[in-house]
């Protein structure tokens, strides 16, 4: 009888470790199944929808802005395009990162061989989101010039979800809204009417509101001397006698040759004859903007504030 009680009692711990035992196997399988849905999120952007894994750890960056971003964050990148890195972000330029070919010419081959974890571009890469896409999970995070801050921000918010860094993005973008407040203030006080110029080797193009660099007059608040300037990419070809005819107080230039690696010529050819009789040349009214926050890595949490850093100081 003894026997028959201890092998009853036997049978029914087997039973009770069996079953406690498939209760963990599946409080695991679905813990795990849980974090597994947790850890990939799907991104909206201007190409479409693409499923990104949460905190990826090779990223290849197209976009300077978003280097600068991430460079900010403190979050590890695998690869760049090396041939025209801003100075800011000059570490990048080095046997530590793979290069992968220039902003307008991905290298297909090296970046396959980095076999990354997710890819981020922006306009001059855009025409081969497609051919990215095969590689690895892409996304478009280029800034819409026409709505340029609420475009931004997005970008950032995005990548706060990304790479688990919401607080920290939080943080910067009230810090750059508090630095906007400010411009905006100062120059209503001024109340003075800006011209932007971009500087191409002897030639010279006009931005206005909506327009690559339009965010002067769109955010920071500094009035257009030309409201009816053709928004564009490229800008709308203008002379010097075009700029005398406005007679800005402000004049913003953007040096290309400087931003893409040449030796500066705006200030020459800028400062010429014509120029001289405006109230921007005048009153020392013009300002070379740094052409790479500018030209080559806006849209960053570091570029962004120093632009408006620079049009800040360009009112004081």
Not at 157 to 179: A, R, Y
Request: hydrophobic residues 35%; glycine residues 6%.
């Amino acid at each position: 009888m003894k026997k028959f009680a201890l092998i009853l009692i036997v049978g029914f711990l087997a039973v009770m470790i069996t079953a406690c035992g498939s209760k963990d196997s599946a409080d695991k399988t679905e813990d795990k199944s849980g974090d597994s849905k947790d850890s990939t999120i799907t991104i909206k952007h201007e190409l479409g929808e693409t499923k990104v894994e949460k905190n990826p750890k090779k990223v290849v960056v197209f976009d300077y802005g978003i280097l600068d971003t991430l460079d900010e964050l403190g979050i590890q990148v695998a690869a760049v395009p090396q041939g025209s890195i801003p100075s800011y972000l000059e570490k990048y330029d080095s046997d530590d990162y793979e290069n992968v070919g220039s902003l307008k010419e991905p290298d297909f081959e090296k970046i396959a061989e980095v076999d990354p974890d997710l890819i981020i571009i922006s306009g001059r890469q855009s025409d081969v989101y497609d051919q990215l896409q095969e590689i690895a999970p892409t996304i478009y995070l280029g800034v819409d010039t026409t709505r340029y801050m609420d475009s931004f921000k997005e970008n950032m918010e995005t990548v706060g979800k990304i790479f688990d860094k919401k607080d920290e993005v939080d943080q910067e973008l009230t810090k750059i809204d508090d630095s906007i407040a400010s411009l905006k203030k100062k120059a209503e006080e001024v109340d003075k009417k800006g011209l932007i110029i971009l500087a191409n080797d002897d030639k010279i193009s006009a931005y206005g509101p909506d327009s690559r660099f339009g965010l002067i007059h769109d955010v920071f608040g500094v009035p257009a001397s030309d409201e009816d300037i053709e928004a564009s990419t490229h800008g709308q070809n203008v002379s010097f006698e075009y700029v005398k005819e406005q007679d800005p107080d402000l004049l913003y230039v953007v040096d290309r040759s400087a931003a893409i690696g040449d030796e500066p010529a705006a200030k020459k050819i800028v400062e010429n004859k014509l120029m001289k009789d405006t109230k921007a040349y005048k009153n020392d009214d013009i300002t070379y903007l740094n052409p790479e926050f500018w030209y080559l890595s806006g849209g960053g949490l570091v570029s962004v504030q120093e632009m408006i850093k620079e049009v800040q100081d360009s009112l004081d």
